[in-house]
């Protein structure tokens, strides 16, 4: 399955309570209720969430938030395959991350998987979206 997560560093004037708060209201006026269902995309097409994939890129898209990032072939084969990928936005500070340096596997599994972040998440399949 596809991933993408978006996550705060916590680094803003509030600290990581601020940053949080402010991911609920992000979540909520989304249409992401935090800790689930997972929202499919596909059936909710005035879902403010978008995948866009070209080359060896991701860009999602959503109310003050658009991300970017490269994703290896195997992403892009699997995304081709399903037609779409999983897309979690938690509201939990991920301090350790660094914007533009690549996470070490087991640190994204350890924290994406941790039962903390997933309740404090987002969930949804977004439908990949080309230019093309």
């Given at each position: 399955m596809?991933?993408?997560?978006?996550?705060?560093?916590?680094?803003t004037?509030?600290?990581?309570?601020?940053?949080?708060?402010?991911?609920?209201?992000?979540?909520?006026?989304?249409?992401?209720p935090?800790?689930?269902?997972?929202?499919?995309?596909s059936?909710n097409?005035?879902?403010?969430?978008?995948?866009l994939v070209?080359?060896?890129?991701?860009v999602?898209?959503?109310?003050?938030?658009?991300?970017?990032c490269?994703v290896p072939?195997?992403?892009l084969?699997?995304?081709?395959q399903?037609?779409?990928?999983?897309f979690?936005?938690?509201?939990?500070?991920?301090?350790?991350?660094r914007?533009g340096?690549?996470?070490?596997?087991?640190?994204?599994?350890?924290?994406?998987?941790d039962e903390?972040?997933?309740l404090?998440?987002?969930?949804?399949?977004?439908?990949?979206?080309?230019l093309?």
């Amino acid at each position: 399955m596809p991933f993408l997560l978006a996550y705060s560093l916590g680094d803003t004037e509030g600290g990581p309570e601020a940053t949080a708060e402010a991911m609920r209201v992000l979540l909520r006026d989304t249409g992401l209720p935090v800790g689930g269902p997972v929202v499919d995309g596909s059936r909710n097409p005035s879902l403010p969430v978008s995948l866009l994939v070209e080359t060896d890129q991701a860009v999602v898209s959503m109310p003050h938030l658009h991300a970017q990032c490269v994703v290896p072939p195997e992403w892009l084969a699997a995304v081709k395959q399903r037609g779409h990928a999983y897309f979690m936005v938690t509201t939990r500070a991920w301090p350790d991350a660094r914007p533009g340096e690549p996470v070490d596997e087991k640190r994204l599994a350890e924290f994406a998987g941790d039962e903390e972040t997933l309740l404090n998440s987002g969930h949804c399949l977004l439908p990949a979206r080309s230019l093309r």
